[in-house]
């Protein structure tokens, strides 16, 4: 019998464990009632009129966010991988920069810009025209869909344009030389290729507002309303009731599955772009006069992601009140002694935040490489089950594995709440389908002949894993790393619920502070958590030797 | 040094490429090609040979240790065999040198000078002596070829095992590896296995051919048995090019198709079967019309099509008073056109009869 074999089984265990574990409860406590089973919590749920409310937001948020996000992410990569759009890199490097900014930081920063009193956009508004009303609120259901959407338009982007660098001009000029004009070749050969991705992307996009909970909580609850992942967060307040917000998160868990697999049928069904012949060369198009009023476009989406909300963080960070100009007078560091020394959570919460991160990384890093190399190799059976399973957290929101989670370790046999263990839980399982996808591609992309060669010489199964596999994986498996830790640094929506007043995260004080009104600590931490971010990025790039959006350099 | 043997090898997965009952002898010290179309089973074949796959029946040999059977799989690194991938499977992070000396690690009681003149020496056979620090993605295709034909022979295997292992080479390069590996075979004087779709390659390299075909081995021989003496229709068309002419038989050396009679060297033909008839192209002889066209298997034809290959032409000829058309290869001189009337000669012993039954 092979040595090896436990290893694998006793991997694929755990990972059973993690994930049946939480939902399982999730699942039961939603239906269990004190004379078995029971149906009365998802009536009292859904014929609560705040609730259907919430649903309907929800609904009307998740939608226009595709919408906004697919009207901005396809045009942007067709234009950064077709044509010759002046700074195509920088636009990239600013998409990939949205990509990673957390959207709960872009949505306070949006309330600095353009919060109906004390906004910046809006004071310059009203010393430029002298008017009294507001220029925008952004407490609005209309400012929540456009920050949530400037934070979410990269998954189009990322779909679109890895679609769009696959499909060979070759087919295009096949169809031009048969007689298609310009427009006519776009309509009936290139976007109906790139359908199947923009359609996915636009699921992406609203699965991503569907689970968001910091946009929401940040801009809907000033404004008067709620959305389901707020909602649930809410019957969590005292006094809690679980059963309900069981009850509740059952049918986000449903709608996200049944969206993804329609998702995923879109990709699969015709998965033309895999069909990509023999050096199939792209050709660039010239935009002509178009190319520097395409810039500005480019540059007006960027700004209201990246330039002016990073700019104002920044600039809270180091004023004394952020919504006058930052002059001399106005300048302090005091916000940093402030964050770091005066405030009681805050380098707890940065070094419970750092320590969870880094743990999760390690733990997640080698728990999703044992995995896909079991997936990959066919080492047990049930394989797909596996693989099944470590993708399955992906159809579950933050905040829904949060409520499963806290259901599932506030009892025997595992009581966890109240430690950092039921948080590191949460993580590992959040991000284990990022951390999968990236190692599973690694080792798809190490022949089996490799390890096969070593083999007939005479080396065993695990000595081949150490001398020849581990080597070749060691910078996608670091990439695996980096993707989990940043993810875990970011974390909000599972943390909010699971988080004890000993056990807070950077993510859970910045949303403390801001009930406080505490914008310049916000900024402080903000501006940490946007550089432990870019830092861990530029070591991904430099482990994988492309930028992390997915294309070759 | 042993042989090996294949005892009623089964193995099925999907349905490609499955194995179904297979048996073969490999003499101690041949080279025997496993030839046969994709999908035929010489891949999984050469997979249960080498311990990557378990056999759901039937046992694997080697002189007289039993490696496989469906109870229990000697695993490949204990097999004493060394194997040459089709995609080379050279590790990408070790020198020419570090992957050469791999194998050499598992031999005991060698010291690290002696490896590294073994290294050494078998870089040198491959002519890649200098080579030694250089990485497997700075080479040239052929070079990297010749890396893993080192890796596998330095280890002295018992068994050497090749898996179309010239598959991705260009046609210049693929030619004259063809020739080193018989040279190196020569030399070395491994029993070997190897795999290929490449009957042109299967000739030059091996001292006998087995022919697969879903699964099962259809005969085994040396390259002249197998082009010469084919016993089935697939492996007169599979090795090399081919006439096959579908008939019955009349007498014990004569096959009637339609009202041609053709006559073969005596057989064990059975009067009133079916049977069909191999003749090869280039035994097909043509002359002007005007010859007399009496004897044995002469017949009037006329020219359909021509195509000038250099040292031959190739024709396409039908047969007078027939729906036969042949193909022919004859000298570039006399040069018959397109429409021209020319006479066919068929030497009997040229007209091989193919088993009925497949």
């Known amino acids: 019998m092979d040595r090896s074999i436990a290893v694998w089984v006793s991997a694929a265990l755990a990972l059973v464990v993690l994930i049946a574990l939480p939902l399982g409860w999730l699942g039961w406590l939603s239906v269990s009632g004190e004379h078995g089973v029971t149906l009365a919590h998802y009536r009292d749920a859904f014929a609560d009129p705040a609730l259907q409310k919430a649903l309907w937001n929800t609904v009307v948020l998740a939608f226009w966010v595709g919408l906004v996000s697919v009207a901005i992410g396809a045009p942007l990569a067709w234009l950064t991988a077709r044509t010759d759009v002046p700074a195509r890199g920088l636009i990239r490097g600013l998409v990939l920069a949205s990509f990673v900014t957390p959207p709960f930081l872009g949505a306070f920063a949006w309330v600095m810009l353009a919060g109906p009193n004390a906004g910046m956009l809006n004071t310059l508004w009203r010393s430029l025209t002298g008017a009294d009303a507001p220029l925008l609120n952004i407490f609005t259901m209309p400012g929540l869909i456009f920050v949530v959407a400037i934070y979410t338009f990269p998954y189009v982007y990322i779909m679109v344009s890895n679609t769009l660098a696959l499909i060979a001009s070759d087919l295009e000029e096949a169809a031009a030389i048969l007689g298609a004009g310009r427009l006519t070749v776009a309509r009936t050969v290139t976007l109906p290729m790139v359908l199947p991705a923009l359609a996915s992307g636009f699921i992406l996009a609203v699965l991503q507002a569907l689970a968001l909970f910091g946009s929401p909580a940040i801009l809907a609850l000033p404004a008067g309303f709620h959305t389901v992942t707020t909602q649930i967060w809410s019957l969590f307040q005292f006094p809690p009731k679980v059963e309900q917000a069981a009850a509740f998160s059952v049918p986000l868990l449903l709608a996200t599955a049944l969206l993804l697999d329609v998702q995923k049928r879109l990709l699969g069904r015709r998965g033309y772009a895999a069909v990509g012949g023999k050096g199939g060369q792209r050709r660039t198009i010239a935009l002509g006069r178009w190319r520097w009023p395409a810039l500005a476009a480019c540059l007006v989406v960027m700004s209201s992601a990246i330039f002016l909300p990073y700019a104002v963080l920044a600039k809270g960070a180091f004023a004394r009140a952020w919504a006058q100009p930052l002059g001399r007078d106005n300048f302090t560091l005091g916000n940093f002694t402030f964050t770091f020394f005066e405030y009681g959570s805050t380098r707890a919460a940065i070094v419970n935040t750092l320590e969870l991160a880094v743990l999760t990384a390690c733990i997640g890093a080698a728990m999703v490489a044992l995995l896909s190399y079991i997936t990959n190799r066919r080492l047990v059976v049930g394989h797909q089950l596996v693989a099944f399973l470590v993708l399955a957290p992906v159809v579950v929101p933050g905040v829904v594995l949060a409520v499963g989670l806290f259901i599932a370790y506030t009892r025997p046999p595992f009581v966890l709440y109240g430690t950092l263990w039921i948080l590191f839980l949460a993580y590992l399982t959040k991000e284990m389908p990022v951390g999968y996808a990236q190692a599973d591609a690694t080792f798809r992309a190490i022949p089996a002949d490799l390890e096969d060669a070593g083999r007939v010489l005479g080396a065993g199964r695990l000595r081949i894993l150490k001398e020849v596999t581990a080597p070749l994986a060691k910078s996608g498996i670091i990439a695996a790393w980096c993707f989990i830790f940043i993810g875990v640094i970011r974390e909000l929506s599972a943390s909010i619920l699971l988080f004890t007043p000993s056990t807070k995260v950077m993510s859970v004080v910045i949303f403390d502070l801001k009930e406080e009104g505490q914008f310049g600590a916000i900024s402080v931490l903000g501006l940490v958590m946007l550089a432990l971010t870019f830092a861990t990025v530029a070591l991904v790039q430099a482990a994988l030797g492309r930028d992390v959006l997915g294309a070759r350099r | ?358």
């Open chain 2, 1 to 358: 040094m042993p042989g090996v043997s294949l005892k009623a090898l089964s193995k099925r997965y999907g349905d490609v490429g499955a194995v179904d009952g297979l048996s073969l002898d490999v003499k101690p010290g041949e080279l025997l090609a496993l030839l046969g179309p994709s999908g035929c089973g010489k891949t999984t074949t050469l997979r249960l040979v080498a311990g990557f796959l378990a056999p759901e029946a039937g046992e694997i040999w080697v002189g007289d240790r039993r490696l496989s059977s469906p109870a229990s799989v000697v695993p490949p690194e204990r097999r004493r065999m060394a194997m040459i991938f089709q995609s080379y499977a050279l590790w990408p992070h070790m020198t020419v040198a570090q992957n050469v000396a791999y194998g050499l690690r598992f031999k005991p009681g060698l010291s690290r000078g002696d490896r590294d003149a073994r290294v050494r020496e078998m870089l040198r056979v491959v002519q890649l002596g200098g080579y030694e620090a250089r990485y497997p993605g700075e080479l040239s295709g052929g070079q990297q070829q010749r890396v893993a034909v080192a890796r596998a022979l330095v280890v002295e295997p018992e068994i050497l095992l090749l898996d179309e292992p010239l598959s991705n080479l260009d046609a210049n390069l693929r030619e004259e590896m063809r020739f080193e590996i018989r040279r190196l075979h020569e030399t070395f004087g491994i029993t070997t296995l190897y795999v290929t779709h490449d009957q042109g390659e299967a000739m030059v390299i091996s001292d006998r051919i087995a022919v697969l075909r879903a699964g099962k081995v259809t005969q085994v021989g040396t390259a002249d048995d197998l082009y010469h003496r084919p016993r089935t229709r697939f492996v007169a068309e599979f090795i090399g090019r081919t006439n096959v002419i579908d008939g019955l038989a009349t007498s014990l050396d004569t096959v009637a198709h339609g009202a041609l009679r053709l006559h073969i060297a005596p057989g064990p033909l059975q009067p009133g079967t079916h049977v069909a008839l191999s003749i090869r192209p280039h035994q097909v002889q043509l002359a002007a019309p005007l010859e007399s066209a009496d004897g044995a298997n002469t017949f009037r034809g006329t020219v359909r099509r021509a195509a000038f290959l250099g040292d031959t032409i190739d024709y396409e000829v039908a047969i007078a008073g027939s729906d036969l058309v042949v193909r022919a290869a004859a000298a570039p001189t006399p040069r018959f056109d397109v429409g021209a009337g020319v006479t066919l000669r068929i030497a009997p012993g040229a007209c091989v009869p193919l088993a009925e039954s497949e």
